[in-house]
């Protein structure tokens, strides 16, 4: 059955990208953006800086290698990469939910997940798919005590992005004793390939890893604050080759310093690290989600495609009524934003979405602390974690 949802869901995208015109394919995404980076002369991170970590630079630089520098096929290589891994990620979800909900549950939750993401461009048009992948392969071999696999797939969803993180303050508050073994392997095997790009070019890797702290605020409420009425996009390519431009602030200056509300949120996350208690896998999953949630608020950028790193706790975590409803909110919430309104030109759309979506992740953080703090008895039926 698990095969066949990963068959049906790829065999839909495959309809989808084939019937769709190519200016449907790109669907307001980055495909072309990464084409574009990976004909840069050279190597990422030893000739330019990206604003990414090392995985997926280097893996489209092979990918329009492979290709001979066709954009074309680049762009459909990359769109059936993006959407294998989404395929896998809603496999991987079904055995979590598996675990978790009685098989009428599991499967009107499932359908939920793939109605919903099926047609959603963010699951082709940006490489977050992969990321995602990897964020519920560790869970996966986490359940089933496979420690040091699970410690890997951490360290290969951090090289594509940084949110796979996320899951090692839920371990160690479930079983430190297991995730020493984890941390130490993610840690180290993170290590190793930033450790080869700054031995290839000190200048280029320090510019990749410290570009996105030079962004300033972008479609948060901090930005709206700020007066940033902006995306997340740097500059021209050519800025690229000079190391410098990663490194000079974009937008208007924080009226909020980042520090004090990473102060501010931090101290909610280890309030709630300290009051989660005999986890089960529903909590942990509960707990996981809210980590994400505060740091989404706490962020001061947010980009659209994020919405695929919430979407699998709300439906692995929340009772049935909630999760129908604060997961189909978020996806109305993030199209709106992008692309309905901004792709238009209209910027005034920031001070509805904005607000709305984070008004929805508020709800949803409440929501995913109350089962992950929940009594023992009170949380939902779920195998210990």
């Keep these: ?34 084409y574009n980076v990976a004909a840069l002369p050279g190597w990422p991170l030893r000739d330019y800086w990206v604003e990414y970590p090392p995985l997926w630079p280097w893996l489209a630089e092979l990918l329009y ?20 891994a989404q395929a896998g990620a809603a496999v991987l979800l079904w055995e979590a939910l598996d675990a978790l909900w009685p098989q009428p549950e599991r499967n009107r939750r499932i359908l939920l997940f793939v109605a919903l993401t099926e ?7 940006y490489f977050d798919p992969l990321p995602l992948f990897f964020w519920l392969a560790a869970w996966h071999a986490w359940r089933q005590g496979r420690d040091g696999l699970a410690g890997l797939w951490v360290a290969v969803g951090t090289l594509l992005k940084w949110f796979p993180l996320l899951l090692l303050p839920a371990w160690w508050r479930v079983a430190p004793q297991r995730a020493w073994r984890s941390t130490g392997i993610a840690l ?69 310093p980042p520090w004090a509300t990473l102060v501010a949120f931090g101290a909610l996350g280890l309030v709630a690290w300290a009051r989660f208690s005999a986890p089960s896998e529903a909590r942990t999953a509960g707990f996981v989600g ?72 508020v709800l949803a953080g409440i929501r995913l602390a109350q089962v992950a703090l929940a009594s023992h008895h009170a949380a939902p ?5």
């Excluded at 290698?65 to 294998?84: D, E």
């Excluded at 959603?120 to 048009?125: N, P």
């Design 1 to 34: 059955m698990r095969g066949q949802v990963f068959a049906a869901f790829l065999l839909v995208r495959l309809l989808l990208l084939f019937t769709l015109p190519w200016e449907g394919v790109l669907a307001y995404g980055d495909l072309l953006h990464y």
């Design 65 to 84: 290698r492979m290709v001979q520098g066709n954009r074309v096929a680049f762009v459909y290589a990359a769109a059936l990469l993006f959407s294998a």
């Design 119 to 125: 047609p959603l461009f963010y699951t082709w048009a």
């Design 188 to 256: 180290a095997l993170l290590v190793l390939p930033w450790a080869a790009a700054f031995r290839l070019s000190p200048t280029m890797a320090r510019a990749s890893l410290l570009s996105q702290t030079q962004k300033g605020s972008w479609e948060t409420v901090w930005a709206l604050m700020d007066g940033n009425l902006r995306t997340g996009l740097f500059g021209p390519l050519r800025e690229r080759f000079d190391p410098q431009a990663a490194l000079q602030k974009q937008g208007k200056p924080a009226r909020v």
């Design 290 to 361: 809210l980590t994400w949630v505060l740091f989404a608020l706490w962020s001061p950028g947010y980009s659209v495609q994020w919405l695929l790193y919430v979407l699998p706790w709300l439906l692995l975590a929340l009772p049935w009524p909630q999760a129908r409803v604060l997961a189909p909110g978020l996806v109305v919430a993030h199209v709106l934003e992008w692309p309905i309104l901004l792709s238009r030109g209209l910027w005034w759309g920031l001070w509805l979405t904005v607000p709305l979506r984070t008004l929805l992740l």
């Design 381 to 385: 039926t779920g195998g210990e974690a």
